[in-house]
């Protein structure tokens, strides 16, 4: 063969080569997860390069810088129009940048602030061998109990690697929502889950049971992820596409050129409903609804209470984010087929999540069931398939959120020789011993209980208005009595802490620093205010509530 034949063999090879298009990138509009990914990865640097004495506050200083920053990028591109007018789909058709997305970005990250700043605090515990010592254990890979443990507590070692995780968390969280294809949608599930299944196994008291917790939650997750990547595959093979919009045009049939490889397969309606149920399943597992919500009271209760308080807001916010984007711009055709599921789920998400929660005794355990709860009332919102619907669930949740980081981490503040004291009787009496603590926690348990005056009354109301203006009226007073059967758990807690004779061996309140004040003061403004002014922030989610298609 001659030279000039081998020459010719090549260049026609290589020669559709030159035809692939360079991918067209909108940093600008990406900036919010770029910074925090961008942060995250510099954060693993400084675990490499910084000395151990300097890395808690050259880690907490950087989280907070990046959050801050993402958050004014997402300010910024809402103030620039990418909510309303310029609502646009980015990153090659990967990324949605629009009003729902960059509403639940903006409350990712807000969350996120006021959580690492429970992640950083280190004045609850009583300093050990002369160090101040956080939530998280002194070295993650030491045995509970054994010497090298003991040695890395007596040296004063602090897992500071949490923070880098929680940027991970939240650089998945924020395209979670926002994701415009079946991959990137995975693939965020994936970045997001990760560091969760990490942050739930590395407490600093009762390490056993927090490793347990964490070994469920990543089998479970993982089986939910097999689940949703089973589905992708399925809704692959029906429309030939993983992107939202070709999908969404496939089921409702104005597709036009279709694909003779694909002919046999596109448009088979069992591969739609099939791999539509597995991925929503992938989803309810991620908000905690029943029948998928068996992780979330272990989980809560195993893992450490800063992450808990993260996870119960943000999980939230960014899986309903993604559920919504969903059904709303995928399958509106298919309406009448998710529909009645859907009303089954949320249903039994509200009355199993009251009517469990009565007989807990463990206070992280109850506020688990009362999220569980929460996912059904909001699912109400999703159910009613509206403008309004969609701008109620933005508001219940960045509502919601506050309220929950500020909940939990009154909890860390309880405290006996043990640790925190999570028990319920522990908290008796807790009113006269430290009156302005409970009176916040009580705080929050009325807006979970959704009294009025409080956030959780504004956002219940919006859901619930929204449902019933939907057509799901029934769905509405199922709601109502689950709400009622719930106050009656958040009332006890109350009743406990202000009509309970404290007991002399009981709990004391820790002083913390200012960054858990901080982020309790945040929690019981937001909830005040949500309550006693809701008319801005409900106008806000409903102009952030079109999705672009």
Request: proline share 5%; aromatic share 10%.
């Amino acid at each position: 063969m001659s030279a000039s034949a081998v020459h010719s063999l090549w260049t026609t090879a290589a020669d559709p080569i030159s035809k692939i298009d360079a991918p067209k990138i909108e940093y600008g509009q990406l900036s919010p997860t770029l910074i925090v990914i961008g942060a995250a990865v510099l954060g693993v640097l400084v675990e490499a390069f910084v000395p151990r004495k300097s890395r808690y506050y050259v880690q907490v200083f950087l989280s907070v810088v990046a959050l801050a920053a993402a958050f004014a990028a997402v300010v910024g591109l809402a103030a620039g129009g990418y909510g309303t007018t310029k609502a646009h789909i980015a990153a090659m058709g990967a990324i949605a940048v629009d009003g729902p997305a960059l509403f639940l970005q903006g409350t990712i990250l807000l969350a996120g602030i006021v959580a690492v700043f429970t992640f950083a605090e280190r004045r609850l515990d009583p300093e050990a061998h002369g160090n101040r010592v956080d939530s998280f254990a002194a070295q993650a890979a030491s045995v509970p109990g054994s010497d090298s443990e003991k040695a890395a507590v007596k040296a004063g070692f602090t897992t500071t690697e949490v923070f880098p995780l929680v940027l991970f968390a939240i650089g998945g969280m924020l395209v979670f929502p926002a994701a415009n294809d079946l991959l990137t949608l995975f693939v965020a599930l994936e970045v997001f889950s990760l560091p969760l299944y990490l942050l739930c196994a590395v407490a600093r008291r009762k390490r056993l049971m927090s490793q347990e917790a964490a070994v469920k939650y990543f089998l479970l997750g993982a089986f939910a992820s097999a689940f949703t990547l089973f589905g992708i595959a399925l809704l692959y093979g029906y429309a030939g596409s993983v992107s939202y919009a070709t999908i969404a045009s496939v089921a409702d049939g104005s597709v036009q050129n279709i694909d003779p490889a694909l002919a046999d397969t596109m448009g088979n309606d069992a591969l739609l409903l099939i791999g539509m149920a597995l991925v929503v399943m992938g989803l309810l597992f991620k908000v905690g609804a029943v029948p998928f919500h068996m992780w979330t009271p272990d989980v809560y209760q195993g893992a450490p209470t800063p992450v808990t308080g993260f996870m119960a807001a943000a999980t939230k916010v960014a899986a309903f984010g993604a559920l919504l984007r969903l059904l709303y711009v995928v399958l509106p055709g298919l309406r009448w087929d998710w529909r009645p599921v859907m009303w089954a789920v949320a249903i039994v998400t509200m009355l199993a999540g009251a009517i469990v929660a009565i007989t807990q005794t463990d206070i992280k355990r109850l506020l688990a069931y009362s999220s569980i709860a929460h996912a059904g009332f909001i699912l109400a919102g999703v159910i009613a398939t509206s403008p309004d619907g969609v701008s109620s669930v933005l508001f219940y949740l960045g509502a919601y959120s506050f309220v929950t980081i500020g909940a939990f981490a009154v909890v860390t503040l309880v405290r006996d020789a043990g640790g925190e004291a999570t028990h319920l009787s522990k908290w008796a009496g807790l009113g006269r011993r430290s009156p302005l603590v409970a009176a916040v926690f009580a705080v929050f348990l009325l807006a979970f209980a959704g009294i009025p005056l409080t956030s959780g009354f504004a956002g219940k109301f919006a859901v619930f208005k929204a449902a019933a203006e939907g057509g799901a009226g029934a769905l509405v007073v199922v709601g109502v009595v689950s709400s009622a059967i719930a106050a009656f758990f958040y009332i006890r807690v109350i009743v406990v802490m202000f009509f309970s004779e404290p007991k002399a061996d009981g709990p004391t309140v820790a002083v913390p620093s200012p960054l858990t004040m901080t982020t309790i003061a945040v929690g019981v403004a937001v909830t005040v205010v949500l309550g006693l002014a809701p008319q801005y922030f409900l106008d806000l989610a409903s102009q952030a509530s079109v999705f672009v298609r």
